[in-house]
Each structure stands twice: as C-alpha cells, then as structure tokens.
C-alpha cells in the first residue's frame, strides 16, 4: 500500500516563536540544518516523486499539504512553481490531487490568494480561538500579538472570490483555554470544518498540564485529574448538542463515526497509523514531523528523493510501525475494551526512552475517558431516538444530538 498524504516542506522557519510548537521547540533541532527555503530543483524533483508513486499505487485521492515552518515565506511565486510542478507531472493520472497549504495566516493577502485559486491550493489556517487565548501561544517573534492579522486574512479568505479555498481552521487545544469559548470564537470564523490538535508529548516529556506517568510498561497510567479530557467533554458537548449541524470537527466526527461503525478521518484514532511522509527543503524523506516531540532525528529515515523512491522509504520500520494496527501495539493496548476505537492514540504519544514505543499513549486516562463519554452521550441519542419512533425527530429531520441529517448517519 502506498502513501496518499505528503507533506512537502517549503520553508524551515517560522515568523512566530509559539512556545509548544513541535518543530522548533521539542526534542529536535534538526530544522536547523536544514536550506530556509526549498530551492526550485528539489521541488521539480520532489514532484516527480510524488506522482511516480502515485503512478504505481494508483489511489483514488492523495493530499500533497505544502508546509513549513511557515510556508508562505517562501512567497507566492514558489508556490506556484511547486504547484505547477505537481500538476504537471500529474499529467494522465486518475487520483485526484487534493493540494492545501497549511499556514499561520498572518501572511495571507490578495498575492498568495489569487495564485492558490490559479493552482487550486486550498487553505487551512491555525487559530487559537479568542484573541485573549490565540495570543497566549500564536505571536509573532518580536512578541507581538498576531490575532489581527490571521483575522483580517480570514475576513479576506471567507470573500466570494476566495471562499471555496477556504479548507478550515485548526486550533491547538490549551488547558487555559475555556473550551467552549475556543469553539465558539473558531466557529465565529465560519470555518468549513475544523480540527482540534492535543499537544504533542511523550511519557519522558509530557504534555503540558500531564504529569509523568509509571515508569513500567504495564498496569493503568496512574490516577490523574485528566486534564484533556474534561476540556475536550466540555468542546464536545457544546458541538453534539447543537440543535443544527454547526461545522465539522475532525477528532469529534471520527470518534462519532468509529462509534458507529464507519471510518476515521482523524489520525488520532482508530486502528490504522499515520499515512504521512514528508519531504525536507533538502530533499530528505522523513516520518511524520510530530515525531519530533521524541528525540532529535526521530523522524529521519535516511532516504532522499535523489536516491530513493517512497517505496524505498516505506521499508523503514518507522513506517512499518506506523501501518502494523493493532498488532504494533503494546500488551495494555491490546487488551483494552476500547481499543478499535482508540488504536493507542498517536504513536509518538507513546514513546518512552526505556521501551520506545511500545507504551499507552500519553494521554491514555484522557482518551479513554473522552472515548467512554462519546459512547455514553451516543448511546442515549439513539435511545431517546429509539423512544420517539421518528414523531420527534426535530423538524428539519436532525437526528437529535448529533446535529446530523438522518439520512447521514448509519443508526445500525
Ligand atoms: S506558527 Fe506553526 S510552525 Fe510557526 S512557531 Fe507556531 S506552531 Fe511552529
Ligand atoms: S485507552 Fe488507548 S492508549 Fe489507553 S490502553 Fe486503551 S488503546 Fe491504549
């Protein structure tokens, strides 16, 4: 099976210094060797690559994410010449290529829109709900405050000329944070969708607001006041009970899903790993960048695109961890009652200098206690759906608490 979601890494730096951020502030600093920006050759090349491996494996959609540090450092015309790159070699090819940039948003203006709407480049923008909390994190180096600007380019992003680029937004869960104010000052933005993203951490380094957990591979984590769970219940809660489908949220959707039987969008859950390869602007071939949170290098494979196809890359056991489901998991993992639904979290969650990864995630107590809450909160939607036999279901067809047209759910 071949990889469908590359992340390409146009600019190695960034124009905020936000204090949790993986990259420049975890345990890696290999970012530091690596060009500022990506020159045009590795583009060209990397394109190729790309499509030569999507050429064999033929899926029927892949995502190329341009990424950074910041990509829009690198400006607008070497995002054209990466786009231009990857459509022309996506000459003759079925897969539909979903091609999105990831940005701060502080950059965002008339220039880089009218070349992604040229290229068909969608946007997704990182905000952290109120000003009050996006400033808290999201600020520019010199220290100032970066709200306005990721808002004015917002305002730009939701115009007629530019809406249907328009990807979402993606807030950074923050304990300090009230959740249901974070969801409602992202939904103010009116985001097409939206995702939450939990720190990264490891047992060795935890996220903040965790406390270290056991040191032996086995037995529950150690009691905690699960931080991240009562904020993401909190979120959650506010996002079911509304009376009318608000927006899609990533990690909520998937849990709702998998609870229903289908299908996660979100890398945080479920049995199946990260299908994420990224390309350096050196040309390097890595794991995915969150492996940074690990220890410096931990994402490196070795490989580059001058040397090495991403089939070649893929024989790296990173990778292989990564797709081995349920088997790659520890012994706790495997015997735990909601593993299909949480597949042991992220994998870097899970890594610990003792027994690298062969742990819980991190946030297990959280996970589990959000999983159980889900559980709980559907099984009484569908029960009280079960007592109404349809008379009251809301007007507008709502399957009650899930904000959600009947006929989109598989109520089996
Ligand atoms: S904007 Fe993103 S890449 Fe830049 S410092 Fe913040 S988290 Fe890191
Ligand atoms: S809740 Fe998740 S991380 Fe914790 S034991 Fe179960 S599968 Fe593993």
Redesign the pocket.
Known sequence: MGFTQFVVKLHSR?N???PD?Y??ELRDSSWSAQPRVMPRAVMDRAARRIAEHIRRHRPREARVMLH???PLLAGPERIRGLAEALRTAWTGLDTALDLVVQT?GALIDRRYLDVFRQLGIRVGV?LDGTRESHDRR?RYRSGRSSHDDVVRALDLLRTPRYRHLYAGLLCTVNLADDPVDTYEALLAHEPPALDLLIPHGTWEFPPPGLTPGPRSGSGRPQARELPYARWLVAAFDRWFDAPVREVPVRLFDSLVELHLGGASTSEVWGPVGSDVVVVQPDGSIEQNDILKAVHDNAAHTGCHIDSHDFDEAAAHPGFAAERAGPAGLCAQCRACPVVGICGGGLRVHRYRPENGFDNPSCYCADLRALIEHVRARITRSLHSLARSRHEEVTEGGFFPGLGMPLDKKPLR
């Open positions: 960034c905020f210094a936000c951020c990259i420049y950074g540090g910041e701060n990182s999201r």
